[in-house]
């Protein structure tokens, strides 16, 4: 997108919504229309909090309905709307982590434990530059291992899972419906030989990057390198993985 | 329809081995995938080694699910070794096909899990597929 050409037709948007009175029925389509033109802003700043767990298409929503709330509170007298809208829609996303973190009501006992045991898993993973074992975890806090156990257990269950989950599954769909990433199939077939010559260690990489969706922050402490090294060896890869497969037949 | 059985043979940590044998369903994953984790914890794995065998043992049943017979079984056995948690499962399946066909799913199996082995032997009237996994604590999973 060449910004300044589209911020500029974006604003000329605004300052016609803004112009038009309350009940105007090209209040609502022009309305509409911004919000589809903004989309992906929603759709990028929901994916920043994606790796807490949540689904991918529930941020989505909660981003979206600040992306709605921007558009109607934005002055476009007042500056510029990406300077508006991402703290309105990052407000939103957090409000959304603060009120909603835990899906399925836990003793508080237990989800002040969650915090501490949280805690100490950061400052033990610095100490030992590895994961800490719960043992480890019981000691440092003074906790018993049963409670350690306790609060790793509810810990998975922060968010439930939606009882239609299974119909994601290959056995499970139910509803027909066309794959978005039906159109990644010849890329991806082509990616699996090039995928099985890397190395253990740029495998483990690819996997946590683009199947866990993990921050390079995350894999260089779970492979225990820099994070500079992590930027370096993801690009290396990719720039090999896409040499294997022709440039021009990367879809991005 | 699940059933669970531990074996006598304790562990130095307390925990012993144990079967697990659950319908042959998408549905009862989840369930093989949090027994998984939880006996990986109670031998003190360390946090990311936990979900390493919670995501392959995941990986694995889904990979044998879509190969089973419908209505059929699927078994998990989980043996606890000094450092190590080897967890075998098997389906009966019509095809011969070995998992490691599905190259993505075996891709993710190999990178999980400190070794994976395959193997597919006939019977009567069909196959049964089975993987087996091994991983270890912490600093051997730190690869």
């Given amino acids: 997108m060449t910004e300044s050409h589209a911020t500029q037709r974006e604003d000329a948007r605004f300052d016609k919504l803004a112009r038009l009175p309350d009940g105007d029925p090209r209040r609502v389509a022009l309305r509409t229309e911004l919000v589809e033109a903004y989309m992906d802003l929603a759709r990028n700043l929901a994916r920043k909090f994606d790796r807490r767990g949540d689904q991918l298409e529930d941020l989505v929503q909660v981003a ?93 269950s922060k968010e439930g899972s939606s009882l239609d989950a299974r119909l994601a599954e290959p056995n499970g769909d139910r509803f027909g ?15 699996q030989p090039l995928l099985a010559e890397l190395t ?11 199947v866990r969706g993990m921050s390079q922050a995350d894999i260089a402490r779970r492979v225990g390198v820099s994070q500079m090294q992590v930027s370096r060896l993801l690009t290396k890869i990719l720039e090999r993985l896409r040499a294997g497969l022709g440039e021009d037949s990367m879809v991005r | 329809m699940s059933e669970v059985e531990t074996n006598a043979a304790a562990h130095a940590s307390g925990v012993r081995g144990a079967d697990v044998r659950v319908s042959a369903d998408a549905e009862q994953v989840p369930l093989i995938r949090s027994f998984a984790a939880d006996i990986a914890m109670r031998l003190d794995f360390d946090l990311d080694a936990i979900e390493d065998v919670r995501m392959a043992v995941d990986e694995a049943c889904s990979l044998l699910v879509r190969a089973a017979v419908p209505d059929s079984s699927l078994f998990c056995a989980f043996e606890l070794l000094e450092d190590t948690l080897r967890v075998r499962v098997h389906v009966d399946a019509k095809s011969p096909m070995p998992p490691s066909a599905d190259r993505m799913s075996w891709q993710i199996l190999t990178a999980l899990a400190s070794s994976v082995t395959e193997n597919v032997e006939a019977t009567g009237d069909g196959h049964r597929v089975s993987i087996e996994l091994v991983t270890r604590t912490g600093e051997a999973a730190a690869r």
């Fill in chain 1, 64 to 156: 979206t309905i600040g992306l709605i709330k921007s558009i109607d509170r934005f002055e476009p007298a007042k500056g510029n709307f990406y300077g508006f809208a991402i703290p309105t829609i990052m407000g939103e996303l957090r409000r959304h982590f603060r009120d909603t973190g835990w899906a399925v009501r836990v003793p508080r006992q237990l989800k002040e434990l969650h915090v501490t045991v949280a805690a100490g898993r950061a400052e033990l993973t610095q100490q030992l530059g590895r994961a800490p074992k719960p043992s480890e975890l019981a000691d440092h806090l003074g906790l018993t291992r049963e409670q350690v156990y306790e609060t790793l257990m509810a810990g998975a």
């Fill in chain 1, 177 to 191: 419906y066309e794959d978005d990433e039906l159109n990644q199939v010849d890329n991806r077939r082509a990616l």
């Fill in chain 1, 200 to 210: 253990e260690r740029e495998q483990k990489i690819i996997l946590l990057r683009f």
